[in-house]
C-alpha cells in the first residue's frame, strides 16, 4: 500500500467514498460526470501550501482511503500550528483491515514534521464507531465543539 497526494484523477474515487454513508449521501453529489465544484475545490486544495488532500492506494493502485490533513498556524500557543483531520474515509470494501490506522500513522508523523503541537479532529456524533476508532488511537475528546452551518 502506498500514501500519497491525491491526483485530480481521483477526484472521483474520494467523492464516491465520501458519499457513501448515510451522512455524506445526504451532503455530496456523486455522479457522472462529476460536478464542477469539486474540481475547482481540489485544484484550491492542491495549490494550498497548508492544505494535503491524501489517498491511500492499494497493492494494485486502487483508491481505497483518503483524507485532508489541513495546517493552521495561528498566535496562540506562541504561534503555534494546529494540524487539522478532516474527511477521512476508506473504501467499504476495505474497512477493519488498518487502512485508517495507517492513514492516520502517517497524518500524525507529517504533523510532527511540520512542526504542530497538536492534531485535531471532529466527528459527528452520529458516528460512534468513528468516535471510537479515534479514541483507539489515542484522541480525547478534550473540547464541546460547535458549527454553525450558513447553507
Known sequence: MKIRKAKKKDVPFIVAMLANDPLGQKREDFQTPLPQQYIDAFENIDNNPNQELMVIESNDRQVIGTLQLSFIQYLTYQGGIRAQIEA???????????????????AIQRAKEKGSHVVQLTTDKQRPDALRFYENLGFK???????????
Do not use: Q, T
Request: hydrophobic letters at 40%.
Open 88 to 106: 477521512v474515509r476508506v473504501h467499504e470494501d476495505f474497512r477493519g483491515k488498518g487502512i485508517g490506522k495507517l492513514l492516520f500513522e502517517w
Open 141 to 151: 475528546a478534550s473540547h464541546e465543539g460547535m458549527k454553525l452551518h450558513l447553507h
